[in-house]
């Protein structure tokens, strides 16, 4: 089981045609599973914001299929288009790792975090937990020297 306790949300812009999204998925359900187990409920949020334009209606049904957290289909336009201008999502799969209090980002390469520390989901979310502290340390030195931190 996972003892460490996280509260963070990771938004997944993805779609389900290839590989790279089909691989992570799984990992990541897993992954979410055993948080929600050990942490409880608050602890974890995904959030599945549809990027595959093949995945409209009844396929992002399909998609979801397996999925066990919320989602944003892609005929959301508006929706997707701030989020993938919020984060700066360039391609597809993408990660973002977010406080789940604050909103600070805690990782925009969470594809990556998976990549290196995926197989083993303590580490993941060690290296996760220790980001997240960074940048709320660096939020908290951005607001002490005057400068709004961002949200």
């Known amino acids: 089981m996972l003892p460490i306790v996280l509260d963070v949300d990771v938004v997944d812009f993805s779609g389900h045609w ?3 999204s089909t691989g992570l998925t799984p990992k990541l359900i897993d992954i979410y599973n055993d948080v929600k187990e050990v942490a409880g409920e608050d602890s974890i949020e995904i959030i599945y914001v549809a990027s ?3 995945c409209y209606e009844k396929r992002f049904e399909t998609c979801l299929g397996y999925m066990p957290w919320k989602a944003i289909p892609m005929k ?3 929706i997707t288009r701030h989020l993938s201008h919020r984060f700066g999502i360039r391609g597809i799969p993408t990660l973002v790792v977010l406080d789940g209090e604050s ?3 805690v990782s925009s390469k969470g594809k990556l975090d998976f990549s290196t520390h995926g197989s083993d989901p303590q580490k993941l979310l ?4 220790e980001m997240r502290e960074k940048a ?3 939020a908290e030195e951005k607001d002490e020297d005057g400068e709004v931190s961002e949200m």
């Open 126 to 129: 060690q290296h996760w937990k």
């Open 76 to 78: 959301n336009k508006s």
């Open 52 to 54: 595959d334009r093949k």
């Open 103 to 105: 909103g600070i980002v």
């Open 136 to 138: 709320i340390k660096a």
């Open 18 to 20: 290839g590989s790279p």
